[in-house]
Each structure stands twice: as structure tokens, then as C-alpha cells.
């Protein structure tokens, strides 16, 4: 996944602005795996705060402006964060990553995160 990330950031289309590109993740744990991956590359937040479940948390305003404004959006995925679901799929594709497609890409394949 650290490649992966890698390969994301450097895709974007960020490399002649002066601001480091924005990655939201939904939990800390993966906003750790991310700053370890991105280093001083990007800025990393994340959004559910530590302590609660994100099979049931809901997505407050301000965590919504973050992810509207995020140039990468990293979240597990739709059956893991239920209700971030609906909030990230209306990003544009380009702009999610969804780990689960990565552990298991056949179980994906054909669905849009």
C-alpha cells in the first residue's frame, strides 16, 4: 500500500503549486500508514475522531469541507464505514483510494467505492 500511496501522490496534479497536497483519511490508524508512506510529501489529517467506531460514525461539516477539499481521500471502505459511503461516492473517482479494493480486488471488481 506505501507504494501505492507513492504512486497517487505523485499522480496528482499538484507538482507545480507551492502548497503541499491534502490527504484526508477517515481514521488515525490509516493517517499514520499514509504520513509513514508520504512523509513530508503531503499533509495528512484525518477526520473520525480517536476513540470512536467508524462502522457507525457520522461524518460531521467540518469533516465534510476537509474532504471536499483533500487532493486524496483514503478510507477502508463501504462495508467497513457505512456511512461514509454516501460521502465517498460523489468524489470523483481520481481522488479515493479504498483500501478493501486492495486487500481483496476480486471482491470489487465492477463496483465503484
Not at 60 to 85: H, Y
Amino acid at each position: 500500500m506505501f507504494i501505492l500511496l507513492l504512486f497517487v501522490i505523485s499522480t496528482l496534479s499538484w507538482a507545480g503549486e507551492s502548497a503541499k497536497p491534502l490527504v484526508i483519511t477517515t481514521t488515525k490508524p490509516m493517517a499514520i500508514i499514509a504520513k509513514s508512506a508520504l512523509m513530508d510529501n503531503a499533509g495528512v489529517e484525518f477526520i473520525l475522531p480517536s476513540g470512536h467506531s467508524p462502522h457507525n460514525a457520522v461524518i460531521t461539516v467540518s469533516a465534510l469541507k476537509k474532504i471536499n477539499s483533500a487532493d486524496l481521500v483514503l478510507w477502508i471502505g463501504p462495508d467497513f464505514e457505512v456511512r461514509a459511503a454516501k460521502h465517498m461516492r460523489v468524489l470523483p473517482e481520481e481522488r479515493v483510494l479504498t483500501g478493501m479494493d486492495y486487500i481483496f480486488p476480486e471482491s470489487t471488481q465492477g463496483e465503484q467505492s
